[in-house]
């Protein structure tokens, strides 16, 4: 898929139960943003089968509140539905890269069910 730009739809609109989403939090005044942009567009033309999404923070402000945004850039993947990665900060070509291959090769059986023992043991 190509790159989306989300601008007026939800991140629950674009998360779709069979895919894999990776989702750039950026922001026009942030230098590591504006260095991670090739890098992410890159991967975007790389893996067609993944979903990459860029949400400009600064303009949906809403959709950085709700996901707890509280700097930039903020990488988040998800896959079939379930939030799998979360990191501050501008990745290498090789950082990002790896991130997905890991995310591909999950078993989501046993990331469900870690997430399920998580929710039910909250610190």
């Given at each position: 898929?190509?790159?989306i730009e989300l601008h007026s739809d939800t991140l629950e609109s674009i998360?779709?139960?069979d895919r894999i989403v990776?989702?750039?939090f950026w922001?026009?005044?942030c230098g590591?943003?504006?260095?991670?942009?090739?890098v992410f567009e890159a991967a975007a033309s790389a893996f067609a089968d993944i979903d990459f999404v860029k949400v400009?923070?600064?303009k949906r402000w809403d959709l950085a509140?709700?996901?707890?945004?509280r700097s930039v850039p903020t990488l988040m993947i998800v896959r079939e539905g379930v939030l799998v990665y979360r990191q501050t900060g501008a990745h290498s070509e090789p950082q990002l890269t790896s991130v997905i291959a890991t995310t591909k090769s999950l078993n989501m059986n046993?990331?469900?069910a870690h997430v399920a023992y998580s929710l039910g043991h909250d610190e």
């Open positions: 898929m190509a790159l998360i779709a139960p990776v989702v750039d922001a026009p005044w590591p943003c504006r260095d991670f942009a090739p400009n923070a600064e509140a709700a996901a707890g945004i046993e990331a469900r």
